[in-house]
């Protein structure tokens, strides 16, 4: 028997070609910008709160602003994409991302916390496109063999610019804002408007500093992009839009349905409970801003942590049965952030983030499982979905203002995300019947 040429060896799957390592590194790159984004914005509920003398529930209104973006745009982001090119839907994002930092500059001028709103949603009306368009495309860079692997490298530099966006927020922003208390302040403002108005206007610049250098990143970033030729890929010269159909046969599909649902209510318990954590440490224990945004750090490195850990279960688990054990854990994580007092409930909280990392690509997967070209759609509605972010913190930040008697208006706001587990430990246990019954069918 004559042994086997190299010629008819089969070939070891590429994940990223030489000749589109750097498109995929400038593409990788997006994710890291979004996730700074994300995770320097989630304490600043805290900081404008005592800045501006303002409720829970006004400074929440951040996240309201932040993902209401990444709801309004994600359809159009990807009609657009889809009637012209990956390569502008990412320029387009560019532009308004970096668009929305240099807004701090004006925002902060005035002083007015509404225009410090608008400055958040035009941002992130940008990273929608940039996540609209980012994620298939990296798919869409190379075999489809290695699409996952592909996918799942670009996605690890997400955490980098999440923790990067962490530290910068506690060391540039938390530690150098004046440390007097929401107390202090309010004195201050009746006994002495002007010196309040400049700790104020001290403490906003602070703010703007940050956000003014990540505009010039960006626009940075803007100009490579528009200057890189970037690779058309399979599908792309496809410009039919067919959006009516397609949003018919999605809506007809309970799973996908279902699956946004449930995205929706994954991001709004991740949000609450990464925003909130700064208010736990200060309220619950007495920890300074800059201290509790230390807890949120810790947070992410389990988080990050444990996304490796369950890949590797889902060796031995199918996704929907996984979903279901991680949101179970995160209910009783939550219940235990509720009902114990101290450190042991911080614990809790920051134990949460073991159970949530593997949630939204989980979801995603199950909800475009089996769709085709409509996941091109499909996957717009899950972005869409991120605006559970926008809904669900204010309503905490509401109830972190009521007077209640039973547990403190902080312990108890918690309830919130708890209700987010249940929805989708409901939707991972659906799935789970739906896949034992599917393998039944097919023993059968």
Known sequence: MSMPTSESSPRPAVVVARAVLFPFILV????????????ITNPMVAAFKNILLISNFESSLVQFAFYGGYCFMAIPAALFIKRFSYKLGILAGLTLYAVGC????????????????ISYFVMT???SFLETSANPYI???GEEATATRRLNFAQAF????????MFVAKEFILKRLDPSTEEARKVLLESDPAAFAQIQQSDLNVIIGPYTMLGLVVLGVLVLFALARLPKVSGEDERRLDAGPTLGRLLRNSRYVEGVVAQAFYVGAQIMCWTFIIQYGVNELGLSKADAQGYNMIAMVIFVSSRFVCTYLLKFFSPGKLLACLAAGGGLLTLGTILIHG???????IGISACMSLMFPTI??????????????GSAGLIMAIGGGCLMPPIQGWIMDQQ???????RLSFVLPLVCFVVIAIYGWRTMRDHAARRVQAAG
């Open 139 to 141: 798919l869409a860079m």
């Open 364 to 377: 995603y997967g199950i909800a475009l499982d089996g769709l085709g070209d409509d996941a091109k759609l």
């Open 158 to 165: 997400n955490p980098l610019g999440s923790l990067t966006g």
């Open 343 to 349: 450190m042991l409930g911080l614990y809790c909280l």
């Open 102 to 117: 240099l807004l701090f500059i004006p925002s902060g001028h005035m002083m007015a916390f509404w225009a410090f709103l």
């Open 125 to 127: 009306c940008g990273l």
């Open 404 to 410: 209640v008697s039973v547990l403190s208006p902080t």
């Open 28 to 39: 990788t790159s997006l994710f890291a910008l979004w996730g700074f984004a994300n995770d």
